[in-house]
């Protein structure tokens, strides 16, 4: 016989229908994303880079003057205000090259068609079948040639980036390699590379551009480009092997070399993952100091050379003119984009040093 319950009234206990789910599992690159994100001066210099990476990668097909290096101008127009209005007749020119495909467009630029010149006469019955009138507006006026300052400003955009791109690869590519080398061996290793370093470093970045150039006895633009990235890549070196000297003694790398693992897998697969966030950081500030040294050594006549549109040439250009009604224009405008453009990404810089940051809270 079963025995009764000791409390005939109570009920069985319900069923806990409360389930707690735990939060989803994040990344360390979501609260990355979400600590920059939060950072508005940095958006708003990654906004203003997207932008002018756009301007770039479109090139010649946005320009109001598509020819080579935006240097269709007419000596009559020279140094107009912003918003001067032009009326202009055009004559075919048989001699002209063929524009060519997109990509010749693209790169190049697409050589005029038509010979322009001043229209002091726009009556129609004295103008010649043959001749086609238009009016053009120059938004931000012309330079001392008569180039279209508009055109020249954005292209200006291509060779800024593209210097600071290729700046930030060499730069990189030769920083990381030296640092990691001399902050995993150490010993006469370090020792040796950090005197090379030392010894780099203390050359002025303009007597090395100075060099390179009269080594490769050329002036070119890409010259100038693989000579500032061949200025820079100390600060990548110090920076690499610091991090490296603190991390080869962590416990994953001594789990490594029990392992057996390769040397050169334990330093490119586990040891530099691991500086992505410093390196992302040091590169938006290099990419900031290569556009600054290429503008100052344009416009000391060391960099790019006319008529490429470098923006440190323009501001060259519109220094001379100082003291007269164009000569303010002319020098603003391209110190404005340099200024505005190097502010980008410092403050993308510092955003990026904050999102990295794990303690770092959002707001």
């Not at 100038?224 to 610091?242: C, E, H, K, Q, Y």
């Amino acid at each position: 016989m079963a025995a009764a319950p000791a409390f005939p009234d109570a009920q069985p206990a319900a069923p806990d229908t409360a389930v707690v789910v735990p939060p989803p599992a994040r990344t360390p690159g979501y609260y990355v994303r979400q600590r920059l994100w939060a950072n508005r001066p940095a958006v708003a210099g990654l906004v203003f880079i997207g932008l002018c990476t756009l301007v770039a990668l479109l090139g010649y097909w946005i320009l109001p003057d598509p020819s080579p290096n935006a240097n269709n101008g007419l000596v009559q127009l020279q140094k107009q205000p912003p918003g001067f209005v032009a009326t202009l007749r055009q004559v075919p020119n048989p001699a002209a090259a063929p524009p060519g495909n997109l990509w010749q467009v693209w790169l190049h630029g697409r050589s005029p068609q038509v010979k322009e010149e001043i229209a002091t006469d726009t009556h129609p019955l004295t103008t010649s079948p043959s001749h086609h009138l238009t009016t053009r507006r120059y938004w931000l006026g012309t330079d001392k040639a008569g180039r279209d300052e508009l055109s020249r400003l954005l292209l200006g955009t291509r060779i800024s980036l593209g210097i600071g791109l290729v700046a930030v690869l060499i730069s990189l590519a030769i920083g990381v390699v030296v640092g990691a080398v001399a902050g995993y061996f150490g010993g006469w290793v370090d020792s040796l590379l950090l005197g090379l370093m030392t010894v780099v470093w203390s050359i002025p970045g303009i007597m090395l551009v100075i060099g390179i150039s009269l080594a490769l006895d050329s002036k070119g633009v890409w010259v100038s480009f693989v000579a500032v990235g061949l200025t820079m890549w100390v600060d990548v070196a110090r920076v690499v092997r610091g991090q490296v000297l603190g991390l080869r003694s962590a416990t994953f790398i001594e789990a490594g070399r029990v392992l057996g693992l390769p040397t050169g897998r334990l330093i490119f697969g586990h040891l530099l993952p691991n500086l992505r966030g410093p390196l992302i950081v040091l590169a938006t500030s290099n990419f900031a100091a290569a556009i600054l040294l290429e503008a100052g050594l344009s416009f000391l006549g060391l960099g790019v050379q006319p008529p490429a549109p470098s923006w440190g040439l323009m501001v060259k250009e519109g220094y001379d003119l100082l003291g007269t009604e164009a000569g303010l224009w002319l020098t603003l405008l391209p110190g404005l984009a340099i200024s505005l453009l190097v502010l980008s990404f410092n403050v993308l810089g510092n955003g990026l040093r904050d999102a990295f940051d794990p303690k770092t809270q959002l707001s």
